[in-house]
């Protein structure tokens, strides 16, 4: 089962529109194609841009919170160390890249696949949506 790690910008442009390789890509977490690994940390962030951008969504709180208990329960939960060292250019991709590296995950998913350098992150594979739906749909 391939194991990934979706940035916020991601699941963001999937409540956005229902068009386009992020909302196909929540649709096969939702049918187990995939497995997402989530920390506080991220989910912390999650919550905090989603509830940030309610207004423009055109959601409710109560409906914020409802779809990030759901996906939890879709997620499998993953402990960071207390030890990790800064390795990016912005602080704000350090706990994706702290979960990504320590978990051992098949892929990061981004929008921002340049915010994640190979040469910074060498085990982690980082890939757009498009490239990671093409990767989900290929899987046996």
């Known amino acids: 089962m391939i194991r990934a790690i979706l940035d916020t910008n991601v699941v963001l442009s999937a409540l956005r529109s229902r068009n386009g390789a992020s909302f196909e890509i929540m649709k096969r977490l939702e049918l187990g194609e995939f497995t997402l690994l989530l920390s506080n940390t991220v989910l912390a962030e999650y919550e905090e841009i989603l509830k940030r951008e309610l207004v423009p969504l055109g959601f409710s709180h109560v409906w914020i919170e409802q779809f990030l ?9 993953f402990k960071p160390s207390a030890s990790w060292k800064p390795a990016l250019p912005d602080p704000d991709d350090e706990p994706l890249a702290q979960l990504a590296m320590e978990s051992k995950i098949d ?34």
């Open 69 to 77: 208990d759901e996906l939890c329960l879709e997620a499998q939960s």
């Open 107 to 140: 892929y990061l998913v981004t929008h921002n696949v340049r915010h994640f350098p190979a040469d910074r992150l060498p085990a982690v594979r980082v890939v757009d949506p498009k490239t990671f739906l093409d990767i989900v749909r290929q899987s046996p």
